[in-house]
């Protein structure tokens, strides 16, 4: 049975950090990239960044770059999402997702298998 499952989520002051965790299991993890999208209160999901299956190739969203980074343990089946200088608009759920992907990692939310449940995460200002 496939499973991702994102923790990590909280209340944090804006300025202050997060780091969101996703635990994947039920399929090979390292043959797949991974990403993070996040979905605020009548918004469309959006991506937030991706990684490769080899941690070679890593993307942001304009608004993360700078501020997140993606990385992934392959012998741990985890994707991290290390999120610093967190402001109120970064509220939103963020989801995990896998793509059976051996090449780059892709943005569309269409490309990706499977999907975590989210994990809420909310700036005060």
């Known amino acids: 049975q496939v499973q991702l499952v994102e923790s990590g989520g909280g209340l944090v002051q804006a300025g202050g950090s997060l780091r969101l965790s996703c635990a994947a299991s039920?399929?090979?993890?390292?043959?797949?990239?991974m990403g993070w999208f996040r979905q605020a209160p009548g918004k469309e999901r959006e991506f937030v960044a991706a990684i490769s299956w080899n941690s070679v190739y890593t993307y942001y969203a304009d608004f993360a770059q700078g501020r997140f980074t993606i990385s992934r343990d392959n012998a741990k089946n985890t994707v991290y999402l290390q999120m610093n200088s967190l402001k109120p608009e970064d509220t939103a759920v963020y989801y995990c997702?896998?793509?059976?992907?051996?090449?780059?990692?892709?943005?569309?939310?269409?490309?990706?298998?499977?999907w975590g449940q989210g994990t809420q995460v909310t700036v005060s200002s």
């Open positions: 039920g399929f090979l993890f390292s043959n797949y990239a």
């Open positions: 997702a896998a793509d059976q992907r051996l090449a780059p990692p892709r943005r569309w939310t269409d490309a990706y298998d499977y």
